[in-house]
């Protein structure tokens, strides 16, 4: 009896022990059995190492997905096309990565939205985490006019996000293009020139027209420093005389009698708005007695027109009647009595 509950409890507890692990991979793969993201895919022309599935989908840091799938084109879509196409077609050696965004997380629920980011510049690259080198997918907005999303000859099982190449990549096709350069250009033949314009630059240097201007220069030189040294006393002379006389100036100027005159000009500048009032009080007495004179002499004025006006009619009558001046007006005439009746 004992040994049977000893079984049954040995029993309970692997069927708990199975209980929790079971438990424990239904929460671990929780994530991916109900997968609620949209699929997408996008294409790259250059190595994924380092990219695995299940990596991250970050938008600016913030994850939206995780990666679904990494394959070739050639493997995807190579049966939608010919064979030759396959071989021949740059397209077909793209690598096809498949993710999943969660639309939660995202700001674009249709999928008008999605294509409008897309034609603003919406843009896959790969991205290194930190120092370990694990490869994430990254989305973010770059300048498409710069970077054409990749033409491909089949039609996209999926929405396509265009790529753009990682910074690696970009340096190290800029690296290939200027070795490139470097290997199309005469390096061989830049470096005999060089030699050659060296040669000639010594040798003008020893003999050609650049030592003889060095020579002249030497020249023009020793004759500056024998100009110089026989101008220098003269200038030192010049110079005294012009300390002398700035020594005199502040000697003058430091005197009592400009400090006297200096005085005096203040005390001159400080009765000025005295005087300028003066001045000023002198000017209205000026206009006042201006103004008596116009009311007194207005009157006086008007009895000489009148006199004038009086004195050219006596002129003009004298000029007229100069015998009525002599002898005065004839006496007037009386009136002639009317006619009687009784001489009828």
Known sequence: MESKAIYFRVGLVILSGLAMIAALIVWVGAEAFRSAGRPFETYFAESVQGLEQGAQVRF??????????????????????????????PAFRFVVVRFEVFTDRIAAREMDELNQMVRGGLRIRMSSQGITGVLY?????????????????????????????????????????????????????????????IEALAGSMTSGDAYRLLVEAGDLLAQLRTTTATVS??????????????????????????????S??????????????????????????????NRDLGPLLRDLRITADNLKAITEQMR???SQVLFGAPPPREPVPAAQGGGR
């Open 320 to 322: 007229q009647f100069p």
């Open 60 to 89: 600016r840091g913030v994850p939206i997905g995780r990666v679904t799938q990494i394959s070739m084109a050639a493997a995807e879509y190579g049966n939608d096309a010919a064979q030759m196409n396959v071989l021949t077609n």
């Open 137 to 197: 997918l990254e989305a973010d907005f770059v300048d498409p006019a710069r970077f054409v999303p990749l033409a491909v000859p089949w039609q996209p099982r999926y929405t396509v996000i265009p790529s753009v190449p990682s910074t690696l990549s970009q340096f190290q096709t800029a690296a290939e293009r200027i070795m490139t350069r470097l290997e199309g250009a005469n390096l061989p033949g830049l470096v005999e020139n060089a030699n050659t314009l």
């Open 264 to 293: 005096g000009a203040a005390a001159a500048s400080a009765r000025l708005p005295q005087t300028a009032a003066s001045i000023d009080q002198a000017a209205r007495r000026l206009d006042a007695s201006m103004a008596d004179a």
């Open 233 to 262: 006393p003269e200038l030192t002379a010049t110079v005294a005389d012009a300390r002398g006389a700035v020594q005199a100036l502040r000697e003058i100027l430091e005197s009592r009698e400009m400090r006297t005159i200096t």
